[in-house]
């Protein structure tokens, strides 16, 4: 489908699009919200986690399997799909974020699930001809999701004692940059504001200022290798991820 097409229907989609997150985010109400801020790993940045008294708690191998529909439906309204394989474990995640997002704010929250039921459940809202699916390798497998990037990593954890509900993730990707990541988890949107003022308190302590834009992420970095079409067209709708 010619891409003129694919943006004419994701602006379409834009009001419709609202309306499906917060149906979304009120069903898993009980599962996590990712409270996250992207920064720059400088070379410096583990020894100022260490200098915190930070220690590293988990290191893992990851391959993150990106699919969306052949228009980008999933995508162009900030919902990520991917098939996630840590070491010898995968499963399929869905993550939907705020949508449009400010060019200012330097830390979003996705709401995510791995329930496959409430991701079909999602999935259906775009795209009816899944019908009754309750698996999403079905939907792979029907020519209704596509492969969209592949991201393979090792990741590093680190964890700070000044900030315990903090995970301060530092991504190798193959073939290319360091890309690291501060994180909280949290179960409800009520609880999210305390979490940005962690977050903002825990990335000064490292030297990070709160006015410091965001780096570059890792689907970014991907989109911008593997389908810089599907970029080009989120950077118009300013769908930041």
């Known amino acids: 489908m010619p891409w003129g097409v694919v943006l004419g229907t994701g602006f379409l989609l834009a009001a419709s699009g609202a309306m499906l997150r917060r149906c979304f985010c009120n069903r ?19 020894k100022r986690i260490l200098g915190e008294g930070g220690k590293e708690v988990n290191c893992v191998r990851m391959v993150d399997n990106y699919f969306d529909t052949p228009d980008c439906r999933l995508c162009l309204e900030d919902m ?33 699930t791995t329930n496959e039921r ?11 001809e899944v019908d009754t699916a309750t698996r999403v390798s079905s939907l792979v497998s029907k020519d209704l999701l596509k492969s969209l990037v592949r991201i393979a990593s ?12 903090v995970t301060i ?14 994180e909280v988890l949290v179960n409800t949107q009520a609880e999210e504001p305390e979490a940005r003022s ?40 300013k769908v930041s991820r």
């Open 28 to 46: 898993i109400g009980k599962g996590v919200i990712e409270v996250e801020r992207k920064i720059t790993a400088d070379p410096e940045l583990k």
């Open 80 to 112: 990520w799909l991917r098939y996630r394989s840590v070491n010898n474990s995968s499963k399929w995640e869905l993550k939907v974020g705020p949508g449009i997002a400010s060019q200012s704010h330097s830390i979003s929250s996705y709401h995510e």
């Open 118 to 128: 409430d991701i079909c459940n999602t999935i259906k809202l775009h795209v009816p």
């Open 154 to 165: 090792t990741r590093t954890s680190y964890k700070v004692p000044s900030y315990p509900n």
């Open 169 to 182: 993730d530092i991504d190798q990707l193959d073939g290319g940059p360091l890309i690291a990541e501060v």
């Open 198 to 237: 962690t977050l903002y308190e825990c990335c000064r302590s490292l030297g990070i200022p709160d006015e410091a834009p965001p780096a570059p992420g890792k689907m970014e970095l991907a989109l911008k290798s593997q389908r810089s079409d599907v970029l080009r067209a989120l950077q118009r709708k």
